[in-house]
């Protein structure tokens, strides 16, 4: 089946790039560009909230970076991005709580906002409490399934990295370390080469391709 990336390269779309690579599977790279053809209608009718990152999968569509890595892994099974389903706890576990937790603790940090007497309203409580899970999650070496690398790690590991870098996460030996290890991974490498040079030559206002 035909397989269709939609992105930019200054957006999350790098997590899914990222674990494109890994895969190791074939596909097409469409650039959007913000308030223009991300907001167009041909991309609407796929992700109608307008934004990236996106693929389509012969017929089916998956928008949202750990659905689009969790289903990525489902097919194609030979990257070997996943545990058996028996031993699969682990992975949705932290997958989840990068996608749930994490995600929104670091946006609120980054906009100055606080859950300070709404902890019970809130899915991660504060942030302290989510930071110490995160570490605590990422200390089992070397990966969060144990030796074996997955889909969680692409976007946990995104998650950290960008945390770190942008300063909405404070940085731990434990956080630096998990960052440092699955940043080695070729295919990390590759991704961040592509988006790179796309971002070099067009910059955020990417044409269509």
Known sequence: MDLTFYTNPMSRGRIVRWML???GADYDTVYLSYGDTMKGADYLAINPMGKVPAIKHGDTVVTECAAICAYLADAFPEANLAP??????DYYRWLFFAAGPVESATSNKAMQLSTAG???????GDFDTMRATLIKAVSREPFLCGEQFTAA???VGSQVGWGLQFGTILPSPELEAYRDRVYARPAFARATEIDDAAMAEHGPEMPAS
């Open 84 to 89: 058996p389903l028996s031993d699969r706890g």
């Open 118 to 124: 709404h902890e019970q309203m809130s899915g991660y």
């Open 21 to 23: 690579e890994e895969t």
């Open 153 to 155: 790690d692409v976007y």
